[in-house]
């Protein structure tokens, strides 16, 4: 997420994570993002990402991306690594006034230039009837020789109603205060069984919009995940 220059983000600053655990659930995953901004600093950026995760416990779901591209505005496009995620569940749904979790992951960068870095921070989810609202806050680090010493932060939320398990409409929010960029806008989300299994398919799909000239007018979001057991 460290900029390069106005704009730059990667694909994981624009997912609201959720801090539940399905004990020896396994995921297949794909997201990404892509700019809809003429301006030179923005004109063509996108970025995605493939993944796979499996619950071992009901508390941790470690995830590996395998795949993580990224084009610049202005520069072509690259591969920049590997990330090491791991998701842990603190509470059960209902013990608390919210449910909590946090986020720890390890990024390894193959993009000379680019360096290695931590990432990590709780994260939170309320759920009042067909309402659900999720927060994230999250930092970002570093590590390696010629780590920059700063902690990167970002935040984002979520707020989807529930018309059915197939068609959850809803907000999103992104803040990246360092880089005075703020976004907000719509998404829809969903979940579909398949019949006969114990696998599903999840989506999310949606645009934010910029809230300032620091951030892209538009971004385009999309994400699609295989789950089974």
Known sequence: ??????????ADDFIVYSPYVLATQSEIEVRGYRYGDARTDFRGGDAAELSVAHAFTDWWKPEIYFIRHETDPGSGA??????????FQFTQPGEFWADFGFLASYEHQIV????????????????????????????EKQVGA??????????????TY????AFRPGVE?????????????????????VPGTTSGLEYRVGVVLGVN?????????????????
């Open 112 to 139: 000379a230039g680019l360096q290695d870095a931590i990432e990590f921070g709780p994260l939170i989810e309320k759920t009042s009837g067909r309402f659900a609202h999720r927060f994230n806050f999250i930092w």
């Open 1 to 10: 997420m460290f900029l390069v220059g106005v704009g730059v983000t990667q």
């Open 162 to 165: 529930a018309m059915s398990a």
């Open 213 to 229: 000239a620091a951030a892209p007018r538009q971004t385009w979001l999309a994400q699609l995940e295989y789950e089974f057991f």
């Open 173 to 193: 929010a992104y803040g990246r205060p360092d880089d005075h960029a703020y976004q907000a806008g719509p998404i829809v989300a969903g979940e579909w069984h």
């Open 78 to 87: 690259q591969l920049l690594g590997y990330e090491f995620e791991n998701t």
């Open 146 to 159: 010629g780590a920059d010493q700063r902690y990167m932060f970002r935040y984002s939320y979520s707020g």
